[in-house]
Structures are given as C-alpha cells and as structure tokens.
C-alpha cells in the first residue's frame, strides 16, 4: 500500500523544518502550471483546523527556496536570541534527575520535568524542562483528565501539558546550579508575604 503523501492543500509537502515556534513548509503542485512550487507556514486555529498563512506560490523554484530559506533563518535567530537571554548551560534532564513519587502523590505544588521528547528540539534544555505543576486534573494518581498546568521555573511562563509529557518529579539535590538559585529565589518570594504578615501582628 502507498504511503499517504503529506499535503498542503493542493501541494505535496518536499519539505518541512519546525524550529523557533513556528513550522515552515515547501510544497510542490505539478498540476499548477502558473504556480507549482509554494512555501508557507502550518499551525492549527482557534477551531482547531490547519492554516497555512503567509503562502507565497510561483513558477520559479529557486525564488519560492530563497524564501524558505529566509524564513528558516529568521527563526534561527529567533532561537540563538532566545538562548542568550537565558544565558545557563543548556543540559538536558533525563529520568535519573527525578526522585520517587509517591503512590498517592499529586504533582501540584511540585517541580516536575517534561520529557525532552515533547518538547521541539531546540528547547530539549534543562530550562524549558523544569517548572512547577499548579493544577490540573492530571496531576492526581489515576484521575481521568490528562491536563498538567505548568509554570516554567526559570521564566515563569505558564501553559499546559499532559500528564504523558511528565517525566517525573525532579529531585532537587540533582538540580543544575542556576535552578537551586532559581528554586531559592521562588521559596524567598513564596514566604515573604508569611514574614511581613506575622511581623504586622
């Protein structure tokens, strides 16, 4: 049986790069003799439907390859501005970083680590893997929901995972160097209000 061909639209996909946030794609339509060869980005809407927007179409591959190329270098600079930022050393955590969970133990209030494989691989970095889970009904043993509300530890971004995107709870005494500041930072500003609260009394 022959394989399904990757499609956008009319065009069959030649070629697909995710990188920086955004998925960028190549495609080809012989059956368009004004416009064979496209390049465009892919995401879903807010129904949920793939959109492919900024679709730029010619006849001339080497123009509709130029443009592709631009586009995947503006994410890359888009990334190699985001690793600056940070500036921490880009490790990556694994199962042997995560303690035991208990098993009734709920994951809410703890710092977790998500698997590297969920993640795109320019971000498969200790500072994307690590926040704190602050709800969800994934975060229960055996609970029916899949939901995971994550705070990352070193921006305070929050979003959402499932709980299949969790690789376990991290073990603090194994954590990098930056994420113990960052842990000592959080505990500093998460009792502080306690502290003025008792010193007001």
Known sequence: MAKKKDMAGDYEILH????GGRLMLMGYNPKDAKAPYMTCYQQPNLLGDTVYPEA?????????????????????????????????????MGI????????????EGKLIILR????????????CQLGFATGGFGCSPGAGGRAVYFKELYSGDECRWDIGDVLGIADTDKLPAWAKEKMAEYEKKRTAPKKERGEAR
């Open 16 to 19: 697909s790069i995710r990188l």
């Open 56 to 92: 730029i179409a010619s006849n001339d591959y080497f123009e509709i390859m130029q443009t592709f190329l631009e586009r995947l270098q503006t994410q890359a600079e888009k990334v190699k501005t985001f690793k600056a930022t940070r500036n921490v050393p880009f490790g990556v």
């Open 96 to 107: 042997e970083d995560c303690r035991q969970r208990g098993d009734e133990e709920s994951l």
């Open 116 to 127: 590297p494989s969920s993640l795109a691989a320019e971000y498969r970095t200790a500072d």
